[in-house]
């Protein structure tokens, strides 16, 4: 019989405590094993009483949850799933806290997300969080922090209208780093959806954009996608590719949840298809579950090159193992290739 996933909600609100026990209990395969109101007492039930995967606010008293982090992926090494609410320091913190070990970030329930869809994202985060090879992620972030990837060049013609595609979940923070950091300045547009909450995007993008040659933003609805730029979805809306002429440009808005997202890669890799066929590149990135499988299949149907991101370097080989799964995958290749294997693709034409 398989086991149940075992948890421990260590929040120094009684009622987030209390919000988040009784959303898991709903689910069959979660338990909540305890809960704790700091670090200090979080310690002694994580000894105590071995939870699978730990969700930790990031602000408390006595010990706040950046420094517990630090600490507990020294000692005690296992997933954590930050939790924060929506505001810009939040979202900063929550940069930390990845690129220190945790393997994703959810918000506190708010007026963008309902209790209701908290849950179910919690959930979903969860059950991703306990596949991730903690020590391996906590390697691959201390990799991708001390060794930037030699960026490769490129001739302007080999750039004219092509659009690279990308998309990501759980650990897909630092895959989406390496990344970046390999494309030269004058790159061809890149649009990116990577599941996170509402604000916590712009930091995201703030992040890279101090990293890596090119410029990063966080999208915003008809901004123009060309070279030596990369746009991210902001978190809550779904981004889509549109064309007007030789113009690119992306639409960002509101809508149903796809896979439990909002944005969701699906809705992107979709419009990639419509608008540019065989002058995109599709990469499908680490994450838990099927979103962007289906798009990177239309993709490839519509022309497109395609790629997913191998099985060792994944911290969730869920989405780039349902791409490959359905052949919508053209190539499937380590994380500290698909900068080079892209770019590749772009100048075979």
Known sequence: MKKNIRVLVVDDSAVVRKVFTEELSREKDIEVIGAAPDPYIARDKIVQLKPDVVTLDIEMPRMDGLTFLKKLMKYYPLP?????????????????????????????????????????????????????????????????????????????????????????????????????????????????????????????????????????????????????????????????????????????????????QRPAVDVLFNSVATYAGGNAIGVILTGMGADGAEGLLKMRQAGARTIAQDKHSCVVFGMPGEAVKRKAAEKVVHLNSIARTSLEMITQG
Request: aromatic share 4%; proline share 4%; hydrophobic share 40%.
């Open 80 to 260: 954590v799933i930050i939790v924060s609410s929506l505001t810009k320091k939040g979202g900063k913190m929550c940069m930390e806290a990845l690129s220190f070990g945790a393997v994703d970030v959810i918000s506190k329930p708010s007026t963008a997300y309902s209790v209701g869809e908290m849950g179910i994202q919690l959930a979903d985060k969860i059950r991703a969080a306990v596949h991730v090879n903690v020590q391996a992620n906590l390697q691959s972030n201390k990799a991708a922090t001390l060794n930037k990837p030699k960026v490769v060049s490129l001739s302007l013609s080999d750039t004219t209208n092509k659009i690279i595609a990308i998309g990501a979940s759980t650990g897909g923070t630092e895959a989406i780093k390496t990344v970046l950091l390999s494309m030269p300045h004058n790159s061809p547009g890149i649009v990116i959806v990577q599941h996170m909450p509402a604000n916590f995007t712009t930091s995201f993008a703030q992040r890279l954009d101090t990293l890596c040659d090119i410029i990063v933003t966080e999208a915003k609805d008809g901004d123009s996608v060309v070279n030596g730029r990369a746009l991210i979805a902001p978190g809550n809306y779904h981004m889509l590719l549109r064309r007007s002429g030789a113009r690119y440009y992306v639409q960002v808005k509101s809508g149903p949840m796809v896979h439990h």
